[in-house]
């Protein structure tokens, strides 16, 4: 079976279409084998282009009959597979309007006597993100899921002792950094008001993670929206934003408020966003009040992210950063913020998140999700998908997409000439969580070192 798919082909004049693809129905349980077989022909189709949801590709529905070819129904447990097809370069030639061509008839091929050698690939891993409605899924190299995973360690460093590396989640981050790179809309925000007695009542923790996950992705094309409460926490990200020097094409800021009317202009999408990104925003507890570390009701000062309006959904998938258990999307761990966290069965958020990254710092969550994406987008096993299967051509990666530290520094110090302070010393000045700053530049050097390492990786 046979579609032609929303895929674009890299054009070369005067040839220029969409890329169709060969549907099979493969079970759950050989994907992977299914995936690892055919890359070994990458001179033949090689490995699927994409898995898992037709509709993300353009196929509004897996028809009987199928656009081109024969319709072979799927058993219990199966996943329609797709590849690219050969009938691609039919379309190529018909957009180019030439007079006379030869080509192969659809459906119609043989086998030769010639040996087809199979091509050793990079062990790979494949990342399961749900089952339901539709299975989505990714694939990595084994050895750049070991990097993403080396980035948890790392930042869920408990330098506070606040319980925090009880909490992890084990593979949260490599579902992030993978599902992040096949996104094309995401939002973004991070608003914890635990300085409720200042006039500014936002932290330092978050917002610099914010811009680190940003810049990464606007970098690789993607439409990302900061979103915020209101004028006044607007007009702080319009400020720090505005004291970066790479592209801002692709980001936009958007208030809480004017979801409703960015939901009725996009009537295109099931999801107005493919995921929603919070780092270190304020969690409702179980009794639906909001709580500083210290059981502090702040809940007058907090705004959430509704999960629909006029019946479409916000976003499909959410990824949520913490540090104390208080944190949007902490629910997931909520029996282990009960048992390790102090105060946790009082403060603790009942809101779960699809994905959740639990660090010692929440900004070095936000890092890690950065690099992450980084890695990813440097393996060839996951370039691969991500470029014939959403379509993301490969944007070359400037040297400095990473949040660098100066970068950091910088936006520290216009935090607080905008009146941001610690969230744990009150201090205005250049510390986060009661760390000075060069804790914070030590973890990102480190970031950069188990990226870089021997994966020959430029950030």
Known sequence: ?????????????????????????????????????????????????WVGDPKRIGINAITDP???????????????????????????????????????????????????????????????????????????????????????????????????????????LLKSCLYL??????????????????????????????????????????????????????????????????????????????IEAMAACNQGSEYLFDCLVAIEHSGPAKDGKYYTMKGHDISELCMQVATEVNGKQVYKKSICVGDGGNEWGMGKVNEKVIKYVDKGELIGSADSADFLISAGVSNWGGYAIAAGVIAARECDVHRRYVMCGVGHQFWVLDKKVFFSKEEQRELLSIMAELGMRDGMSKELGLRVDGLDINVHEKVIDEIIDIVVGDNNISV
């Open 1 to 49: 079976a046979m579609y032609t798919t929303n895929i674009r082909c890299i054009s070369v004049a005067p040839f220029d279409c969409n890329m169709v693809v060969s549907m099979r129905y493969i079970p759950f349980e050989v994907l992977k084998l299914t995936h690892d077989m055919c890359g070994s022909y990458p001179l033949s189709h090689g490995a699927p282009v």
């Open 181 to 258: 790179s096949q996104a094309d809309r995401v939002a973004i925000i991070s608003e914890f008001p635990c300085n409720y007695e200042f006039e500014v009542p936002n932290e330092t923790d978050g917002i610099p993670g914010v811009f680190g996950v940003a810049k990464v992705l606007s970098q690789l094309g993607k439409k990302v929206t900061l979103l915020h409460s209101g004028d006044k926490m607007g007009a702080i990200l319009r400020k720090c934003l505005s004291v970066f020097d790479w592209s801002k094409e692709g980001i936009e800021l958007k208030s809480l408020a004017s």
């Open 66 to 172: 199928p656009e081109i070819g024969d319709y072979a129904a799927p058993s219990e447990g199966d996943v329609p597979v797709f590849w690219g097809c050969g009938v691609t370069t039919q379309n190529a030639l018909t957009s180019a309007k030439l007079n006379k061509v030869f080509t192969h008839y659809p459906g119609h091929m043989f086998i030769t006597d010639l040996q087809a050698q199979p091509e050793t690939i990079a062990p790979s891993e494949m990342v399961v993100f749900s089952r339901t409605p539709h299975v989505e899924v990714s694939f990595v190299s084994v050895q750049t899921a070991d990097v993403i995973n080396k980035l948890q360690v790392l930042v869920s460093k408990d330098l506070n002792n606040r319980g925090v590396s009880k909490l992890v989640v084990a593979g949260d």
